[in-house]
């Protein structure tokens, strides 16, 4: 089975809260954001999520490698928007053929991919901090998780870098047996769902057989289940996760605060 180990610094005062705090505070953080379309909050947001990152002891090198499939996903909305948006009010800004950008168009994109952005990166700052075995362990100790669904989901969080690699024996066994798409984008967008397909029946049987496997070792006993590592929640753990509650709310202030004012600035 593939280990996934975090990529922080073992010594960042941020990375070595409880799992279940940072997970907290990401959630707290996050869905506060959900409240506003504003695209000050989650810009604000942004900004101190970056902020803070030295704090967890990753490098933004990494989180941009980690955070690729998130600015693939704006620049998919982006696109989207300029080329099916409804509402098309403003000023006009590039009029090409049936394609017309407004000044409304992109100021809806850049609120809903902000607060794409805003809404992901705690989640991916939390997993590339935490160890999923001291996550798994802190669900059950702290968050009083059942030890079955801990477990389980520990189980497939290790699978998932199996897929990367299926993904990839699947397209080569495919172009040698002679299927390639070639420069057809229809047979490549053909190739791509069956491909997908394939894997997704793959990840289905996988799973089944690992808890066959587990419930054969005895991981679904209602007996109770002892603990190797422990996992305390101290006092910083609960400051880490009112200081998050706190900053969404600083956000969220100050967007209804700029919204006020902005009439009056003209």
Do not use: C, H
Request: hydrophobic share 60%.
């Amino acid at each position: 089975m593939i280990v996934i180990e975090p990529v922080a610094a073992p010594g960042a005062p941020l990375a070595r809260r409880n799992p279940v705090a940072k997970l907290a505070a990401a959630l707290v953080f996050s869905v506060a954001l959900i409240a506003t379309l504003d695209p000050v909050a989650p810009a604000i947001a942004i900004a101190i999520e970056l902020g803070v990152l030295p704090l967890f002891g990753v490098r933004y090198r990494v989180l941009a490698r980690r955070a690729w499939p998130l600015l693939a996903g704006a620049a998919g909305i982006v696109v989207t928007l300029v080329l099916f948006a409804a509402d098309r009010s403003g000023r006009v800004l590039v009029e090409a053929g049936p394609v017309t950008v407004t000044s409304g168009v992109l100021l809806t994109a850049l609120g809903l991919v902000l607060r794409m952005l805003a809404v992901a990166l705690p989640g991916v700052i939390v997993f590339a901090t935490t160890d999923p075995t001291d996550l798994a362990d802190a669900l059950i100790q702290n968050a009083k998780a059942p030890a079955r669904f801990a477990i389980g989901a520990l189980a497939a969080f290790r699978l998932v870098p199996l897929l990367g690699q299926e993904w990839q024996m699947i397209s080569m066994a495919r172009r040698a047996r002679g299927v390639d798409a070639g420069r057809n984008p229809l047979a490549r967008l053909r190739l791509f769902v069956s491909t997908a397909f394939a894997l997704l029946v793959g990840a289905i049987r996988r799973g089944t057989r690992l808890a066959v496997a587990m419930d054969a070792r005895g991981f679904d006993a209602g007996t109770p289940r002892t603990v190797a590592r422990r996992q305390r929640f101290t006092t910083a753990d609960g400051l880490l996760i009112a200081g998050a509650a706190a900053l969404a709310g600083g956000a969220l202030a100050a967007s209804i605060l700029l919204g006020t004012f902005r009439p009056l600035l003209g």
